[in-house]
């Protein structure tokens, strides 16, 4: 159902989900934004939709990110490679066992690994990143392991 939020949400306002972690009690999202009244507006655009449809799936009301979304903008490939990492492999960060990519996340349309993985059956429930760094220039630092993981979280 996050995914479907996800889906339906993922492009609006100059917002762009291009990659995200589902944890048990949080999200990690690297989304790309025109400025920060796109990102703002799309962001809560994308927790609303999450929160109805969880709100449906628990059949109850109310608030469930009670939390602001926390920003960081990432201005070299170095530091686009690291968020990748992070949010792609974030279970292990929280002691989870995961071989291979996290079905919990993006990673299963990720192009970017050194091994091949299997393409996910469904479509991308999000949208292709635009900007140069999350495209093209975090490669310059290797493409990601499905074996990697994060060391600690961004600053």
Same mark, same amino acid.
């Given at each position: ?11 609006? #306002? ?13 999200? %990690?999202?690297?989304?790309?934004? &025109?400025?920060?009244? !796109?990102? *703002? ?9 999450? !929160? ?13 990110? #009670?939390?602001?979304? %926390? ?17 792609? %492999?974030?279970?292990?960060? %929280?002691?989870? &066992?995961?071989?291979?990519?996290? !079905? ?5 349309? #990720? ?6 993985? *299997?393409?996910?059956?469904? &479509? #991308? ?19 990601? *392991?499905?074996?990697? &993981? ?6």
């Amino acid at each position: 159902m996050l995914e479907r939020a996800f889906s339906a949400g993922c492009e609006r #306002f100059g917002f762009r989900l291009a990659h995200y972690s589902i944890q048990t009690t949080h999200l %990690h999202l690297i989304a790309e934004a &025109s400025d920060a009244r !796109a990102l *703002s507006r799309g962001m809560q655009g994308l927790l609303v939709r999450a !929160a109805r449809a969880l709100n449906r799936a628990w059949a109850r009301k109310g608030s469930v990110f #009670f939390d602001r979304f %926390h920003a960081r903008a990432l201005s070299s490939p170095r530091e686009v490679r690291h968020a990748l990492v992070y949010v792609l %492999h974030n279970a292990r960060r %929280h002691g989870l &066992s995961v071989a291979g990519v996290d !079905a919990y996340s993006s990673g299963a349309w #990720f192009d970017g690994w050194k091994q091949h993985v *299997s393409a996910a059956m469904q &479509s #991308f429930p999000g949208a292709p990143a635009r900007s140069w760094l999350l495209r093209l220039g975090w490669r310059l630092h290797g493409l990601l *392991s499905v074996d990697e &993981s994060p060391r600690r979280a961004p600053p």
